[in-house]
C-alpha cells in the first residue's frame, strides 16, 4: 500500500532504514563473537567442574582446592559477563532501531509535506503503514542477532555430533558371537587413526583356549591399538580379526564384546557397593564363585579391612580403594564374566611385585580354560607365556617364547635386561 501511494517515499525509507541496519549492527558487538563467549566459558564452567569431581583425590593431594574454586569462579564471572553483554547489545539493537525509525519517520513526514506534497489521506495511510513495519524489522534485528549469538553452541554441538557419527560402532549387523570362541586370529591387521597415525601395521598372530600370549614394547608400540581392535572399539583399516575362522566385524558388536572380558590399567569401578562392581558383568552370579574370584585376584588380601565387606560402598570411582585394589577388584569383575577370551591390559601395573606374582600364580591355577592375551608391564610376569611379541612402531618384530627371546639376544633381550637392571 504504501508503495502505491508514495514509492519514492518507501524507497527513501527501505534505503535508510536497511542502512540503519547495517550502522547498527557494524558498531554494536558482532553477535557471533560474544555468542562464543558464552559457548567458550560455559566449556570451561563443566571442564573445572568435572575436573574438581574426577580428580578430587589428586586435587587434595597437590592442595589445588584454591586454584580450582578461582577458575571455576573465573569461568562463572566470565559467562555471567558474557551473557548479559550479549543481552544487552539485543536490547540495545532494538531501542536504537526504534529510535532510528522514529527519526526516520520525522523525516519522511517533512518530506512528504514539504516535496511531495501528499494528500491528508495518503499520508495518514503512509505513516500508518510505516509505525507497522518499523516494530516488525526491529523484531526481526532482534531474532537475527539472537539467532547470531546461539551459532557458537550451534556449531560446539555440530561438532560433537560429527565426532559421535564418526566414532559410530556398527549398528546394522544382528548376527550372534558364537558362544563359545576357541581361536582368535589377527590376520594382516592394519589400523589407522583418523589422522592418518599407523596402529599396527600388518599384525598377524592367534591365540587359542587355554593358551597366553603376550605383548610388550614401548609406550606408542601399539600395544593398545590391539585391546581395541580386539574388542570391536576400532575396525581394522585392512586385514581380518577372526573368531574361529568368521569375522569379527560381522557379529553384533555387544554379543562379541561379551566373549571378552578386558582389565584395563586404570579401570572405572561405580559408587556402589563392591558386591555391585564384582557382579556388574554377570548378576546372577553365585556366592561360591565370586568367593573364588576374590581369592585368585587377591581381593581376600584387604577385603577383612573394609567396614562392610562385600556391602562396602566404595565411592565414586573406587576413592576408597588405592590403584592396586582397584585393579584387583576390576581382575575379579572380569573373571566372573562368561568371556572367552581375558585382555590384561598392563592390569597389574599397581600392585607390587609379590602380589602381583601371586595373582599371575593364581591366574594360571585357575580351573577357567580361557585364552588369555596380556599387555606387559612387568616382563617378569609373562615367562612363562606361550608367545611373546614384542612390538615396535606398529610392528612385530619379535616372536617367541620368554627362554627363545632372552637367547636371541634382540629386542626382547635388551628390554628384559633393562628391566631386570631396574627390578
Known amino acids: 500500500m504504501a508503495l502505491v501511494l508514495a514509492p519514492q517515499l518507501t524507497v527513501v525509507a527501505v534505503v535508510v532504514m536497511g542502512a540503519v541496519t547495517v550502522l547498527l549492527h557494524r558498531v554494536i558487538q558482532p553477535a557471533y563473537a560474544t555468542g562464543e563467549a558464552v559457548a567458550d566459558a560455559n566449556a570451561r564452567i563443566q571442564e573445572t567442574a568435572q575436573s574438581g569431581i574426577m580428580g578430587a583425590r589428586d586435587v587434595r ?192 558388536v555387544d554379543s562379541w564384546r561379551a566373549r571378552v572380558a578386558v582389565v584395563r590399567q586404570d579401570p572405572f569401578l561405580f559408587n556402589d557397593t563392591l558386591r555391585f562392581n564384582l557382579t556388574v558383568g554377570n548378576p546372577d552370579v553365585g556366592e561360591r564363585e565370586l568367593e573364588r574370584a576374590c581369592e585368585v585376584a587377591q581381593i581376600t588380601e584387604f577385603l577383612p579391612h573394609l567396614p562392610s565387606g562385600l556391602e562396602t560402598v566404595l565411592g565414586d570411582d573406587g576413592v576408597r580403594l588405592s590403584g592396586g585394589q582397584r585393579q584387583r577388584v576390576a581382575l575379579a569383575r572380569a573373571l566372573l564374566t562368561d568371556a572367552d577370551v581375558l585382555v590384561l591390559d598392563e592390569a597389574t601395573s599397581n600392585l607390587d611385585a609379590s602380589l602381583e606374582a601371586a595373582v599371575y600364580d593364581a591366574l594360571a591355577a585357575s580351573d577357567r580354560d580361557r585364552a588369555t592375551v596380556v599387555i606387559a608391564h612387568r616382563l617378569s610376569t609373562i615367562a612363562d607365556a606361550d608367545r611373546i611379541h614384542v612390538m615396535s612402531h606398529g610392528e612385530v618384530v619379535e616372536s617367541g617364547t620368554h627362554g627363545e627371546l632372552v637367547r636371541n639376544e634382540g629386542a626382547y633381550a635388551a628390554l628384559f635386561a633393562a628391566h631386570a637392571a631396574t627390578a
Open 61 to 252: 593431594l597437590f592442595t589445588m582446592r584454591q586454584r580450582i574454586r578461582d577458575r571455576f569462579a573465573d569461568a562463572v564471572d566470565s559467562h555471567a559477563d558474557s551473557y548479559v553483554r550479549l543481552q544487552r547489545n539485543n536490547s540495545l539493537l532494538g531501542n536504537a532501531y526504534l529510535f532510528a525509525s522514529a527519526v526516520t519517520v520525522f523525516a519522511l513526514v517533512y518530506l512528504s509535506i514539504e516535496v511531495y506534497a501528499l494528500s491528508v489521506g495518503s499520508f495518514a495511510v503512509f505513516l500508518f503503514s510505516m509505525f507497522r513495519l518499523a516494530p516488525v524489522v526491529s523484531s526481526l534485528n532482534n531474532v537475527a542477532y539472537g539467532l547470531d549469538g546461539e551459532l557458537p553452541h550451534l556449531v560446539n554441538t555440530e561438532r560433537t555430533i560429527t565426532a559421535l557419527e564418526r566414532d559410530r560402532e556398527r549398528v546394522d549387523v544382528d548376527v550372534p558371537a558364537p558362544r563359545r570362541v576357541d581361536r582368535v586370529d589377527f590376520d594382516r591387521v592394519t589400523y589407522a587413526y583418523p589422522d592418518g597415525t599407523v596402529g599396527v601395521r600388518d599384525l598377524s598372530f592367534s591365540v587359542d583356549r587355554g593358551e597366553t600370549v603376550a605383548f610388550v614394547g614401548q609406550s606408542g608400540a601399539g600395544k593398545s591399538t590391539i585391546v581395541s581392535l580386539l574388542t570391536g572399539l576400532f575396525d581394522p583399516t585392512e586385514g581380518t580379526v577372526r573368531a574361529d575362522g568368521r569375522d569379527v566385524t560381522s557379529f553384533d
